[in-house]
């Protein structure tokens, strides 16, 4: 999934405009070589030094332009963005408020430059989770580009997007989809059909279809975001092994084991040479698991499960959520080769993780303790099942009555 594409990122367009006034003063070649430098530091990927030229490009801007000019809103969301490149979220949004503010201010209401400040605000907010604080700005920065830019314009497609993929993560499939099908139908006709932008979009799509169990849907524009990544990119791309991840899931579920083989080891071996501690690479070697289940090659799915769980240890913590459903996994395959007191011990993991950030009486450790009271009664502890199935019997007993005592409408 492909969301909060940062539009207007710096004043490029903005240099581009000034470098072609006659006799530039010297506070302009200042300002033009400042904005240069940046840009080039962002664009090589060394990003604290970026930060700290932006910080000069900032002051400078202050100093000769005035603290409320629109060049100072466009270097305040430059180094917004740059310091989340960094991780600093928390530095980042007051930037990101300061700049909106700015060109609330200097700008009329309906103003696209107010588009994009708030689709970065919003930007910020998705990624931390915090859902119901992006959405109205998503929604107020897709009203401004409806009114005030053509129907097939690029930014236009990224508000779709990025109000798409917040709906997505809310689990709002039905509200994300037609959103997804304009954003894809506008950057077709606005970019060549082998642009990247359009992968993006119907691997959004694709999404979708494989959340709603549309595997046929969703098979056809998996593989030609994947040629589109193919072209675009050099061989070693992580987005390329991100969407042969996507299409050999795709594949699993139509029972396709034979085609999701060859894409799990591509994107296996991509992940060994270009970010093997990463978490992606624990995400392909998960669903890689997966496949090898389907087949009835235990032996080799535990392995797999075995490095995704160290891998998101070392990135998450050992009682992060993430864990959760591989060790769901991983007991699994241990069960399935017999060993039923290791796969107990993975499930009781697994167990605790979900409640430490459930609670207790979450209906969605039903299913789990199920699992549970069957292995406790596997490995000859039956009193200890017991105790499992009655917790499951209370859980459900408490989200039925709270099911039946909500109203109707």
Same mark, same amino acid.
């Given at each position: ?27 302009? &070649?200042?300002?033009? *070589? ?53 991780? &600093? ?71 779709? &997007? ?111 040479? &270009? ?19 389907? *087949? ?35 007991? *699994? ?8 007191? *290791? ?67």
């Amino acid at each position: 999934m492909f969301p909060f594409r940062r539009m207007a990122y710096g004043c490029g367009a903005f240099i581009f405009i000034l470098s072609l006034l006659p006799n530039a003063s010297p506070q302009q &070649n200042n300002w033009d *070589e400042l904005n240069a430098r940046v840009d080039s530091l962002y664009q090589q990927g060394k990003y604290e030094a970026a930060v700290a030229a932006a910080h000069q490009l900032v002051d400078f801007a202050q100093e000769k332009f005035g603290a409320e000019a629109p060049n100072v809103a466009a270097c305040l969301n430059k180094l917004a963005v740059l310091y989340e490149e960094v991780g &600093n979220l928390a530095d980042a949004e007051p930037l990101y408020e300061r700049a909106l503010e700015i060109r609330e201010r200097s700008a009329g209401p309906d103003n696209p430059e107010i588009a994009a400040s708030l689709n970065n605000l919003g930007a910020l907010y998705a990624d931390q989770g915090k859902y119901a604080q992006a959405e109205p700005l998503y929604e107020r920065a897709l009203a401004i580009r409806v009114k005030t830019l053509d129907a097939n314009n690029p930014d236009l497609a990224t508000s779709l &997007n990025n109000l798409a993929v917040l709906y997505d993560f809310e689990g709002r499939e039905d509200d994300a989809l037609p959103l997804y099908e304009r954003a894809l139908a506008i950057r077709e006709r606005a970019f060549a059909p082998d642009h990247p932008e359009v992968a993006k979009s119907l691997v959004n799509l694709a999404g979708v279809y494989r959340e709603e169990s549309r595997y046929s849907e969703a098979e056809p524009l998996y593989r030609r975001a994947l040629a589109i990544d193919e072209k675009a990119f050099g061989p070693e791309e992580p987005e390329i092994a991100t969407t042969l991840d996507d299409l050999g899931t795709v594949y699993i579920a139509e029972g396709k084991y034979a085609d999701a083989e060859p894409l799990y080891k591509r994107a296996t071996a991509l992940a060994e040479r &270009n970010f093997a501690k990463q978490p992606l690479a624990a995400t392909i070697f998960t669903d890689f698991a997966k496949l090898d289940v389907a *087949e009835g090659r235990y032996a080799s799915a535990e392995p797999l499960d075995i490095r995704a769980l160290a891998i998101l240890e070392e990135n998450f913590g050992s009682n992060s959520l993430r864990l959760a459903p591989i060790l769901g996994g991983l007991s *699994e395959v241990l069960y399935l080769q017999g060993r039923y007191m *290791e796969a107990t011990t993975a499930l009781q993991r697994e167990l605790e993780i979900q409640e430490k950030a459930l609670g207790r009486d979450d209906a969605a450790l039903v299913p789990i303790l199920d699992n549970y009271a069957s292995l406790l009664l596997k490995t000859n502890h039956p009193a200890e099942a017991a105790q499992a199935e009655a917790r499951m019997r209370a859980i459900r007993t408490k989200a039925n009555a709270t099911a039946s005592s909500d109203p109707a409408n």
